[in-house]
T-cell receptor, first 113, second 114 residues
Framework: ETGVTQTPRHLVMGMTNKKSLKCEQH?????MYWYKQSAKKPLELMFV???????ENNSVPSRFSPECPNSSHLFLHLHTLQPEDSALYLC????????????FGSGTRLTVV | AQSVTQLGSHVSVSEGALVLLRCNYS??????LFWYVQYPNQGLQLLLK??????LVKGINGFEAEFKKSETSFHLTKPSAHMSDAAEYFC????????????FGKGITLSVRP
């Protein structure tokens, strides 16, 4: 148990579906992150939340919509995705920034068909 | 802007051999540096980090890394590879400050031969 839990672990969705990814941390951290990990590419930072406020949107298409209702929960709402959005989506949390390192969840493997 | 370079995509060593994974960084200010490991179907796990204390940093599973400012490097080593070390390894850099964020290298896959 890493302290950061992501559900579901696997998700297959059609391009017209709407689904949500969930991330929950029990570490008392105040920052949460969404990363996209595609084959053969570096991890891509998507969104950053500090104390529930979004502090970074790294030019992510609007078909990805994050939500952070409190410091322990982070969602990624998905709609009208494209096949190239298939990837491993990783959630991470940290306390006050990355100098203590991030704690990652196990990820959601998303396949868009 | 900060960046990390991990040359090559795959390293193969024999069990019991030295492991050396290279990482070079670029940062306009003194950085924090990290190595993470990712096992199949899992998230990333922190191996070790450099935050301006000792330049030789020891981490979990027998790994260590040395910060060399003159070479802008933070190479990861382990004296004797074990089969369980087979995984993907990521080097990452961040600048100091509350709103800084991690920038990852593209990762390198370590294979361990029996």
């Amino acid at each position: 148990e890493t302290g950061v839990t992501q559900t579901p672990r696997h998700l297959v969705m059609g391009m017209t579906n709407k689904k949500s990814l969930k991330c929950e941390q029990h570490l008392g951290h105040n920052a949460m992150y969404w990363y996209k990990q595609s084959a053969k590419k570096p991890l891509e930072l998507m969104f950053v939340y500090n104390f529930k406020e979004q502090t970074e949107n790294n030019s992510v298409p609007s078909r990805f919509s994050p939500e952070c209702p409190n410091s322990s929960h982070l969602f990624l709402h998905l709609h009208t995705l494209q096949p190239e959005d298939s990837a491993l989506y990783l959630c991470a949390s940290s306390q006050g920034g990355p100098n203590y390192g991030y704690t990652f969840g196990s990820g959601t493997r998303l396949t868009v068909v | 802007a900060q960046s990390v370079t991990q040359l090559g995509s795959h390293v193969s060593v024999s069990e019991g051999a030295l492991v050396l994974l290279r990482c070079n960084y670029s940062s306009s200010v003194p950085p924090y540096l990290f190595w993470y490991v990712q096992y199949p179907n899992q998230g990333l796990q922190l191996l070790l980090k450099y935050t301006s204390a000792a330049t030789l940093v020891k981490g979990i599973n027998g790994f260590e890394a040395e910060f060399k400012k003159s070479e802008t490097s933070f190479h990861l080593t382990k004296p004797s590879a074990h089969m369980s070390d087979a995984a993907e390894y990521f080097c990452a850099v961040s600048e100091r400050g509350a709103n800084s964020k991690l920038t990852f290298g593209k990762g390198i896959t370590l294979s361990v031969r029996p």
